[in-house]
């Protein structure tokens, strides 16, 4: 297992290439005049996903530390990346720092990131123009290489749970054959873009600077304190498996649970005015209907209703709490 993770190597199954978005991509920059490039090739998943979508590129050139089949070559990419394409369509290799660093597994820290697929999607778009890739859902909150994304989509698999048959369908339409972590399409162009186009599959939500507007002002108000065991405010920051159920709560109803410092979930909030719970809920609907929870991170697995599980951050959590106090200061003025 951990080879497989010091690779980042997991296999993409679903197909994302007949979604909408790449299909216009792919007709735009001419797919099939074009020698493809995946540099990180595994066991030539894409190209077959792009076969099956009914695509054509003009040839395609592989590479993978460790070739899954015959016709790719063996080179470390990371360190030598191959020059001369102007198309790359790649599911580069996803390990996050801190994992790496808990197992000992090598990390190219020189670079800064704190996963290795953003140093992988940088050498791509060092070395080609156009460049597709299949990368962690969050990658769109992390406001990295922006300038040449043009579409973002988050990949959502669609069946729902149901019948043991759709279960099983279910699992089979995921991304990946080993894990469920919510993934991304991004779409990158030779040009710098104006905006980011962000889809749901092939559901357009809105362009990335209108959907920031629905958000909060950042708040570093310090007197919201977070996991503190006597807060006035309760929080359930993340979604059960049924429904987008994060809220605001009274304490009294987190009462059975322990505040733990280091807590990202349930927690209580000490806030040093009265709070209106209703509104801030209100306020927090308002944002997931408007935004899409584009801005909020998802978990592995699905909700009962086809969506990502989601969870509220204590920085967007803080603006919302702030946001409610600076409007009864301006009522009460
Ligand atoms: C996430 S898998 C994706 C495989 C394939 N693109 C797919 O979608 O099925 C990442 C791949 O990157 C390869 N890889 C990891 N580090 C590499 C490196 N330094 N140079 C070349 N390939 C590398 C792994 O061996 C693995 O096959």
Redesign the pocket.
């Given at each position: 297992m951990d080879k497989k993770r010091a690779?980042?190597?997991?296999?993409?199954c679903g197909n994302p290439f007949q979604l909408e978005p790449f299909q216009t991509w792919a007709e735009e920059l001419n797919l099939e005049r074009h020698t493809v490039l995946?540099?990180?090739?595994?066991?030539k998943?894409?190209p077959r996903l792009i076969d099956s979508a009914q695509l054509r590129c003009g040839n395609w050139a592989l590479?993978?530390?460790?070739p899954?089949a015959t016709g790719i070559v063996q080179?470390?990419?990371?360190?030598d990346f191959p020059k001369g394409f102007n198309v790359c369509i790649?599911?580069?290799?996803?390990l996050a720092r801190n994992s790496a660093t808990r197992r000992g597994l090598p990390f190219p820290e020189a670079a800064g990131y704190n996963d290795l697929y953003k140093y992988a999607l940088e050498q791509c778009l060092a070395h080609c123009e156009w460049v597709a890739a299949?990368i962690p859902e969050a990658f769109i909150r992390s406001g990295l290489f922006l300038q040449r994304l043009r579409d973002f989509i988050s990949l959502v698999p669609r069946t729902q749970y149901g019948t043991k048959q759709e279960r099983k369908r279910k699992e089979m339409s995921y991304m990946f054959e080993d894990t469920e972590h919510p993934v991304g399409l991004a779409l990158f162009s030779p040009y710098v873009t104006s905006d980011v186009r962000v889809w749901r599959n092939n559901r357009f939500l809105g362009r990335l600077s209108e959907l920031r507007t629905h958000l909060p002002l950042p708040s570093c108000n310090r007197s919201i304190v977070f996991n503190e065991p006597r807060g006035s405010l309760g929080l359930i920051a993340i979604d059960n498996t049924f429904s987008a159920s994060i809220r605001f709560c009274p304490p009294a109803e987190l009462a059975g649970y322990p505040v733990r410092s280091q807590c990202r979930s349930i927690t209580r909030i000490g806030v040093p005015w009265r709070v209106n719970i209703e509104l801030l809920n209100a306020r927090l609907a308002t944002i997931r209907e408007k935004t899409h929870d584009v801005f909020f991170t998802a978990f592995k697995g699905l909700r009962r209703d086809g969506h990502y599980r989601r969870r509220l951050d204590w920085a967007l959590a803080r603006a919302i709490v702030d946001m409610e106090h600076l409007q009864l200061e301006m009522n009460m003025e």
């Open positions: 690779n980042g190597r997991y296999y993409t995946e540099p990180f090739a595994g066991t998943s894409l590479f993978d530390i460790e899954g080179r470390d990419t990371l360190s790649t599911n580069p290799p996803w299949i």
